[in-house]
Protein backbone atom coordinates (compact mmCIF):
# COMPACT_ATOMS: atom_id res chain seq x y z
CA UNK A 1 0.00 0.00 0.00
CA UNK A 2 1.30 3.62 -1.12
CA UNK A 3 1.30 6.08 1.65
CA UNK A 4 -0.57 9.34 0.91
CA UNK A 5 1.76 12.26 0.33
CA UNK A 6 0.84 15.33 1.91
CA UNK A 7 0.65 18.72 -0.92
CA UNK A 8 0.30 21.80 0.11
CA UNK A 9 -0.83 25.00 -2.04
CA UNK A 10 1.58 26.94 -4.15
CA UNK A 11 1.70 30.61 -2.52
CA UNK A 12 3.17 33.60 -3.70
CA UNK A 13 3.82 34.89 0.08
CA UNK A 14 5.82 32.13 1.58
CA UNK A 15 7.18 34.04 4.58
CA UNK A 16 10.75 33.83 5.21
CA UNK A 17 10.99 31.85 8.74
CA UNK A 18 8.24 28.98 6.75
CA UNK A 19 11.04 28.48 4.15
CA UNK A 20 13.86 27.79 6.85
CA UNK A 21 11.98 25.49 8.18
CA UNK A 22 11.36 24.07 5.03
CA UNK A 23 14.66 23.86 4.37
CA UNK A 24 16.18 22.07 7.50
CA UNK A 25 13.33 19.54 7.30
CA UNK A 26 14.89 18.63 3.78
CA UNK A 27 18.38 18.55 5.29
CA UNK A 28 17.31 16.16 7.76
CA UNK A 29 15.38 14.06 5.24
CA UNK A 30 18.08 13.86 3.30
CA UNK A 31 20.61 12.55 6.15
CA UNK A 32 17.91 9.88 6.96
CA UNK A 33 17.65 8.89 3.22
CA UNK A 34 21.51 8.45 3.07
CA UNK A 35 23.37 11.47 2.73
CA UNK A 36 26.77 12.00 4.47
CA UNK A 37 26.23 15.66 4.70
CA UNK A 38 23.72 17.84 3.97
CA UNK A 39 23.44 22.14 4.42
CA UNK A 40 21.19 25.19 3.59
CA UNK A 41 23.23 27.95 2.23
CA UNK A 42 21.71 31.22 0.40
CA UNK A 43 21.79 30.19 -3.37
CA UNK A 44 24.11 33.64 -4.19
CA UNK A 45 26.85 31.63 -2.81
CA UNK A 46 26.90 29.34 -5.47
CA UNK A 47 29.72 30.24 -7.99
CA UNK A 48 29.03 29.19 -11.42
CA UNK A 49 32.33 29.50 -13.72
CA UNK A 50 32.82 28.41 -17.76
CA UNK A 51 35.46 27.11 -16.58
CA UNK A 52 34.22 23.59 -14.83
CA UNK A 53 32.17 22.46 -18.10
CA UNK A 54 35.45 23.50 -20.39
CA UNK A 55 36.92 20.51 -18.07
CA UNK A 56 34.44 18.34 -19.95
CA UNK A 57 36.11 19.31 -22.71
CA UNK A 58 40.45 19.83 -22.08
CA UNK A 59 40.71 16.68 -21.71
CA UNK A 60 37.82 15.19 -23.37
CA UNK A 61 35.29 13.32 -20.78
CA UNK A 62 34.00 9.79 -21.51
CA UNK A 63 30.77 11.42 -21.04
CA UNK A 64 31.16 14.65 -23.35
CA UNK A 65 27.98 14.34 -26.41
CA UNK A 66 26.91 10.95 -25.36
CA UNK A 67 23.94 12.57 -23.14
CA UNK A 68 21.10 15.19 -23.16
CA UNK A 69 22.43 16.40 -19.70
CA UNK A 70 25.92 16.46 -20.56
CA UNK A 71 27.80 19.26 -22.40
CA UNK A 72 27.31 20.59 -25.10
CA UNK A 73 23.90 19.54 -24.48
CA UNK A 74 23.49 20.67 -21.17
CA UNK A 75 22.16 24.06 -19.65
CA UNK A 76 24.92 26.76 -20.24
CA UNK A 77 26.53 27.90 -17.34
CA UNK A 78 25.03 31.66 -18.22
CA UNK A 79 21.55 30.52 -18.56
CA UNK A 80 21.84 29.18 -14.94
CA UNK A 81 23.76 32.19 -13.61
CA UNK A 82 20.61 33.98 -14.26
CA UNK A 83 18.17 31.47 -13.27
CA UNK A 84 20.08 31.00 -9.96
CA UNK A 85 19.53 34.89 -9.34
CA UNK A 86 15.66 34.26 -8.81
CA UNK A 87 16.37 31.48 -6.17
CA UNK A 88 16.73 32.16 -2.27
CA UNK A 89 18.43 28.97 -0.88
CA UNK A 90 19.88 25.41 -1.56
CA UNK A 91 19.86 22.02 0.08
CA UNK A 92 23.82 21.09 -0.58
CA UNK A 93 24.10 17.17 -0.61
CA UNK A 94 27.01 15.13 -0.17
CA UNK A 95 27.71 11.24 -0.26
CA UNK A 96 30.91 9.81 0.70
CA UNK A 97 32.11 7.24 -1.52
CA UNK A 98 35.10 4.59 -0.63
CA UNK A 99 37.70 5.13 -2.73
CA UNK A 100 37.92 1.60 -4.01
CA UNK A 101 34.55 2.15 -5.68
CA UNK A 102 34.98 6.32 -6.56
CA UNK A 103 38.15 5.47 -8.41
CA UNK A 104 37.49 4.33 -11.94
CA UNK A 105 38.16 0.86 -12.52
CA UNK A 106 36.80 -2.36 -14.12
CA UNK A 107 36.77 -4.07 -10.77
CA UNK A 108 34.16 -1.65 -8.91
CA UNK A 109 31.87 -0.20 -12.18
CA UNK A 110 28.67 -1.74 -10.81
CA UNK A 111 29.56 -0.47 -7.07
CA UNK A 112 30.36 3.23 -8.76
CA UNK A 113 27.09 3.14 -10.73
CA UNK A 114 25.48 2.49 -7.52
CA UNK A 115 26.91 5.56 -5.96
CA UNK A 116 26.32 7.84 -8.35
CA UNK A 117 22.68 6.57 -8.66
CA UNK A 118 22.30 7.19 -4.93
CA UNK A 119 23.11 10.48 -5.68
CA UNK A 120 20.85 11.25 -8.22
CA UNK A 121 18.20 9.70 -5.96
CA UNK A 122 18.76 12.02 -3.37
CA UNK A 123 18.57 15.33 -5.14
CA UNK A 124 15.13 13.72 -6.36
CA UNK A 125 13.82 12.95 -3.45
CA UNK A 126 14.41 16.62 -2.07
CA UNK A 127 13.18 17.85 -5.21
CA UNK A 128 10.24 16.45 -4.93
CA UNK A 129 9.29 16.99 -1.53
CA UNK A 130 10.16 20.99 -1.85
CA UNK A 131 8.04 20.56 -5.24
CA UNK A 132 5.06 19.09 -3.49
CA UNK A 133 5.16 21.53 -0.43
CA UNK A 134 4.31 24.46 -3.15
CA UNK A 135 7.70 25.27 -3.81
CA UNK A 136 6.88 24.51 -7.36
CA UNK A 137 10.16 26.05 -9.45
CA UNK A 138 12.24 23.64 -7.12
CA UNK A 139 15.42 22.30 -9.26
CA UNK A 140 18.23 20.11 -8.55
CA UNK A 141 21.53 18.78 -10.06
CA UNK A 142 23.38 15.57 -9.54
CA UNK A 143 26.84 13.94 -9.91
CA UNK A 144 28.28 12.18 -13.12
CA UNK A 145 26.43 11.17 -15.83
CA UNK A 146 23.05 10.09 -16.34
CA UNK A 147 23.77 7.80 -18.83
CA UNK A 148 26.98 6.01 -17.49
CA UNK A 149 24.88 5.99 -14.86
CA UNK A 150 21.59 4.50 -15.86
CA UNK A 151 21.59 3.53 -19.68
CA UNK A 152 25.08 2.36 -19.58
CA UNK A 153 26.24 1.16 -22.76
CA UNK A 154 22.90 2.03 -24.68
CA UNK A 155 22.59 5.49 -26.55
CA UNK A 156 20.69 8.35 -25.47
CA UNK A 157 17.16 8.41 -26.54
CA UNK A 158 16.63 11.93 -25.90
CA UNK A 159 19.82 12.09 -28.63
CA UNK A 160 17.99 10.52 -30.99
CA UNK A 161 14.72 12.54 -30.92
CA UNK A 162 13.17 10.03 -28.36
CA UNK A 163 11.74 9.92 -24.92
CA UNK A 164 14.07 9.85 -22.21
CA UNK A 165 14.24 6.39 -20.82
CA UNK A 166 14.35 7.87 -16.88
CA UNK A 167 13.26 11.16 -17.39
CA UNK A 168 12.05 11.43 -13.96
CA UNK A 169 15.41 10.54 -12.44
CA UNK A 170 18.07 11.94 -14.97
CA UNK A 171 19.49 15.08 -14.15
CA UNK A 172 22.76 17.14 -15.35
CA UNK A 173 25.36 17.42 -12.90
CA UNK A 174 26.53 20.25 -11.24
CA UNK A 175 29.71 20.56 -13.04
CA UNK A 176 27.83 20.04 -16.64
CA UNK A 177 25.94 23.62 -16.18
CA UNK A 178 29.14 25.09 -14.44
CA UNK A 179 28.83 24.83 -10.91
CA UNK A 180 32.45 24.78 -9.22
CA UNK A 181 31.47 21.70 -6.94
CA UNK A 182 34.95 22.02 -5.57
CA UNK A 183 35.00 25.20 -4.05
CA UNK A 184 31.65 24.66 -3.30
CA UNK A 185 32.51 21.80 -1.03
CA UNK A 186 35.65 23.66 0.28
CA UNK A 187 33.46 26.49 1.41
CA UNK A 188 31.15 24.33 3.12
CA UNK A 189 33.97 22.78 5.08
CA UNK A 190 33.85 19.27 3.58
CA UNK A 191 36.98 17.45 2.30
CA UNK A 192 36.81 16.95 -0.92
CA UNK A 193 40.09 15.83 -3.20
CA UNK A 194 40.65 16.03 -7.00
CA UNK A 195 40.14 12.13 -8.33
CA UNK A 196 41.76 11.84 -11.79
CA UNK A 197 41.87 8.46 -13.88
CA UNK A 198 46.08 8.53 -12.52
CA UNK A 199 44.85 7.73 -9.19
CA UNK A 200 45.07 4.43 -7.37
CA UNK A 201 42.17 3.77 -4.37
CA UNK A 202 45.51 4.55 -1.74
CA UNK A 203 46.11 7.40 -3.23
CA UNK A 204 42.67 8.96 -2.20
CA UNK A 205 42.40 10.01 1.48
CA UNK A 206 37.76 10.05 0.65
CA UNK A 207 35.99 10.08 -2.02
CA UNK A 208 32.86 12.44 -2.35
CA UNK A 209 29.51 13.08 -4.74
CA UNK A 210 27.62 16.23 -4.37
CA UNK A 211 24.29 17.58 -5.85
CA UNK A 212 22.59 20.49 -4.71
CA UNK A 213 19.07 21.45 -4.96
CA UNK A 214 17.75 25.14 -4.77
CA UNK A 215 14.62 25.64 -3.79
CA UNK A 216 12.87 29.76 -4.52
Same mark, same amino acid.
Given at each position: ?14 ? =? ?6 ? !????? !? ?8 ? *? ?12 ? #? *? ?6 ? %?? $??? /? +?????? +? *?? #? ?21 ? #? ?14 ? $? ?11 ? *? ?5 ? $? ?10 ? /?? %????? !? ?11 ? @? ?5 ? !????? =???? @?? +? =?????? %? #? ?7 ? =????? /? @????? %?? +?
Amino acid at each position: MTSRRTIRPVRTDIP =DGDLQKDL !ERYRQ !EALKLGATDA *MVLPASQVRIDERV #P *MKCRVPLC %FG $YNT /S +ANCPPH +A *MK #PAELREAVKNYKCAVLLRLEVPP #PVIVRNRETVLERAGA $YRKMFELVGAVES *MAFYDGH $YLAAGFAAGSCK /ST %FCHKQ !ECAVLRGERCRNE @LRSRSSM !EAVGI =DVFR @LA +A =DAGWDI %F #PIGSGCAPE =DVPKG /S @LVGIV %FV +A
